[in-house]
């Protein structure tokens, strides 16, 4: 998504990679939801609250070592003239992105559902997550489209790399949050 956007914003400009961005924050709230009503509804049960812990640490562990291998070998992001697409296409597109994408599913399906049963399930907890998930996803998407946009110019692999680590940091400090809650909890 993140490279998408990039690629939008060098096209388009930064508004445009903003909605797709907004359109993918749309995706993954869907994808909260789901992942909130399954994690309210098993997350009463020891054994899945164990297995959504142990499995959304060692995705958080694997997504985090992807990113460092984007650091270490990040990729060069190929700009090509084309069609503008319209407002409405970005939004669907940026949508269509994370609802399709497998690292969103295989997050939400492992991760989200490890972080959202750490919270415990309780709307008090939960609706303010929610909205700080939202709102984070926002700011990021904001970030990355009108940064790009403002820049416009040979970004290459330096942004990348930028990226790549941004997104390992993020990774490894979810990484540890699941991990100590679950020993707190569980231990």
């Not at 070592?65 to 669907?92: A, N």
Request: charged residues 10%; contains cysteine.
């Amino acid at each position: 998504m993140n490279l998408a956007a990039l690629r939008v914003a060098l096209i388009q400009g930064g508004a445009a990679a903003f909605l797709l961005g907004v359109g993918s924050c749309v995706g993954d709230l869907v994808y909260f939801t789901l992942a909130t009503l399954g994690a309210a509804t098993v997350a009463q049960w020891a054994p899945v609250r164990w297995g959504l812990w142990l499995f959304g640490t060692a995705v958080l562990l694997y997504l985090s070592w992807k990113m460092v291998l984007e650091v270490m070998h990040p990729k060069r992001i190929v700009v090509e003239r084309g069609p503008q697409q319209s407002y409405k296409s970005l939004l669907l597109t940026g949508m269509g992105l994370a609802l399709a994408s497998p690292t969103a599913i295989l997050w939400f399906a492992a991760v989200g559902g490890s972080v959202i049963a750490s919270f415990g399930g309780s709307p008090d907890t939960l609706l303010p997550f929610a909205a700080g998930f939202g709102a984070a996803g926002l700011t990021w998407a904001a970030l990355i489209a009108y940064g790009a946009g403002a820049l416009r110019g040979p970004l290459g692999r330096p942004a990348i790399r930028v990226l790549a680590v941004i997104s390992a940091a993020l990774f490894l400090y979810f990484a540890a949050t699941v991990f100590v809650r679950g020993l707190r909890d569980f231990i």
